[in-house]
């Protein structure tokens, strides 16, 4: 261990919860090696034998829920139904991709002039995979299932502020007996990474976090030509045409904007609502949102935590004040609460445009944005105006029609219609334009850290 540490504070009352002494360069060298060992062995083994082990971590993620959930939501705050919902979510992934990886990972056969021609999906070797804390287990396992799957190993860097989480995971895949080295969590200073993604031995890199961040892991990973996937940030807009059901339309914005206390890359960032049905929008929404509360995220009852940390917290305010010096209306909400935590209340803007923050910005955490557009066409385009291109959601009962604009002029890569976005195993997932590149889920996330092989055999 070396001299800095990484500090676990609740977010809910500031306090701290424990210390982490960060990783030594000669800690960081060894696991490598180790990560590099345990490849070199688990390559060997079949797809069914690598689905048995993605069924053991599933079993002891169940088994451990309870204490997973706690833990997640003393360190970041997450309501603690949602943190449970989280690990199960973990689960079912992992086996998902126990059943079907065997599948999307088996050879294809293409007919050639060979004798014999085909597709092998192999290994690349040890991936570093750099996550956030927003879903301080979920980034990881989406990641890890198909990682382990396809025969590689994984070394996890994971947001400073969950490292409790970080290591609680890497005890979930010792207790499901994972071969020595084939998954580790280091604790390391972001400043670290793009040292970690030179070292010849790690071969790929996944990250999930800020566009910013995103940038300076592409600039490491390009500098070394390493395979990258980038999930980044996002400013999701959910479109309100005329022919919308209001009330679903609401009820699927309301709970998109508010889940995890606002801080997903999905939410629901911007509503853009046509003129015709703006004003009722904007009264149901207000409604909603004006008797919205939030509290410890250890109750059950409460939906809405703290965030997850006081400077985000910070961050996000002057954010919402920018946008209102800038011309936007405040219907509710944006002020800080007195007392201790990183509370923000549900907070509602309208009248935005073009110019301010609230447009243009990720707004990471409980603000809705409602955003006027002149007709459909209007709102495609606002949709549209914007750096990030992660996901999209339509309302309309003209449902064909609404298909059509999801699928073809939504510019994103996740589009939904009637429906609040969000990541299903089965499906892939991923950005475009600022939101990054590569797909997790679903096949296409099978096949990303793999070397996609021909064998040709005359
Ligand atoms: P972040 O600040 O970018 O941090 C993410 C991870 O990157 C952390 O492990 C962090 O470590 C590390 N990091 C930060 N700066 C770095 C640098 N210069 N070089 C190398 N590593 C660096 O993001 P966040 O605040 O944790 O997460 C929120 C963002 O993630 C939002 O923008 C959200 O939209 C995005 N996100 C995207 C997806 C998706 O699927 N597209 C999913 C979830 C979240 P430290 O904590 O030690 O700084």
New binding site residues.
């Given amino acids: 261990m070396s001299e800095t540490s990484f500090f676990s504070i609740n977010p809910a009352d500031g306090k701290q919860i424990a210390a982490y002494p960060t990783h030594s360069d000669a800690h960081v060298q060894k696991s490598v090696k180790q990560a590099t060992k345990a490849f070199e062995a688990w390559r060997n083994n079949t797809l069914r034998e690598r689905a048995t082990l993605l069924l053991h971590i599933a079993k002891v993620l169940r088994e451990q829920k309870e204490k997973l959930a706690l833990l997640a939501t003393r360190e970041m705050g997450k309501p603690v139904t949602q943190s449970r919902d989280e690990v199960e979510k973990c689960a079912k992934t992992l086996e998902f991709y126990a059943q079907e990886g065997p599948k999307f990972l088996a050879d294809e056969i293409v007919a050639t002039d060979a004798l014999k021609s085909y597709v092998s999906y192999q290994p690349l070797g040890v991936v570093l995979a750099?996550?956030?804390?927003?879903?301080p287990y979920w980034?990881v396992f989406r990641a890890m299932a198909p990682i382990l799957m396809a025969g590689n190993a994984m070394i996890l860097?994971?947001?400073?502020?969950v490292s409790g989480c970080a290591l609680a995971i890497e005890e979930v895949l010792k207790k499901a007996v994972a071969p020595k080295g084939l998954f580790q969590t280091l604790l390391l200073?972001?400043a670290k990474?793009?040292d970690l993604i030179a070292v010849p031995e790690i071969s790929a890199v996944t990250f999930?976090?800020?566009?910013?961040?995103g940038r300076?892991?592409a600039e490491a990973a390009g500098r070394n030509l390493k395979k990258q996937v980038l999930?980044?940030?996002?400013s999701d807009a959910y479109i309100v045409l005329e022919d919308a059901d209001m009330t679903l339309a609401v009820d699927t914005c309301f709970n998109a904007r508010l889940v995890n206390t606002g801080q997903s890359?999905l939410a629901a960032k911007r509503f853009v609502v046509v003129k015709s049905v703006r004003k009722e929008f904007e009264k149901m929404m207000l409604t909603k949102m004006g008797a919205a509360t939030f509290g410890s995220p250890q109750d059950i009852n409460n939906k809405i935590g703290p965030m997850a940390r006081i400077d985000l917290r910070e961050e996000l305010h002057q954010q919402v004040l920018r946008s209102i010096d800038a011309g936007a209306k405040l219907l509710c909400g944006g002020y800080l609460p007195d007392g201790a935590g990183a509370f923000y209340p549900p907070t509602l803007l309208t009248n935005v445009k073009k110019g301010m923050a609230a447009y243009s910005e990720?707004l990471?955490g409980p603000v809705g944005v409602i955003i006027e557009a002149k007709d459909e066409q209007d709102a495609l385009r606002i949709a549209n105006d914007s750096e990030y291109g992660?996901g999209g959601a339509l309302f309309s009962k003209n449902k064909r029609h609404a298909e059509r604009l999801a699928a073809t002029q939504l510019d994103a890569g996740n589009c939904f219609v009637n429906s609040p976005v969000h990541s299903d195993a089965r499906l892939p997932?991923g950005?475009i334009k600022n939101?990054?590149y590569g797909r997790e889920l679903g096949i296409f996330g099978a096949r990303e850290f793999v070397n996609i092989k021909t064998v040709f055999i005359q």
């Avoid at 999930?231 to 996002?234: I, S």
């Fill in positions: 750099v996550m956030p804390w927003n879903f980034q860097k994971h947001a400073s502020n200073p972001s990474v793009a999930t976090g800020s566009t910013f961040a300076k892991i999930e980044l940030g996002g890359c990720e990471f992660l997932f950005g939101s990054g």
